[in-house]
């Protein structure tokens, strides 16, 4: 597994896609990481801090497949 060649691609696509929530953001990095060869299954955790006033930070943590 090329791991800075994914890294890059997580990296722009975080920085150019125009998604409203962390659950569809950690969908897409896991979709990203699941085309990579030799990859089988991924953990993705997305954080989103200042997200709301009474917190330090939202977020989501998916497993695929």
């Known amino acids: 597994i090329n791991y800075d060649g994914l890294s890059q691609k997580v990296r722009n696509h975080a920085e150019t896609a125009r998604r409203l929530t ?5 969908e897409d990095v896991a979709n990203l990481c699941l085309k990579e060869k030799g990859v089988k299954k ?18 989501v943590e998916i497993k695929r497949p």
């Not at 962390?22 to 950690?26: D, G, K, R, Y």
């Not at 991924?42 to 977020?59: I, N, T």
């Open 22 to 26: 962390v659950e569809a953001l950690a």
């Open 42 to 59: 991924v953990r993705v955790r997305v954080e989103k801090p200042d997200a709301l006033d009474y917190v330090d930070q939202v977020g």
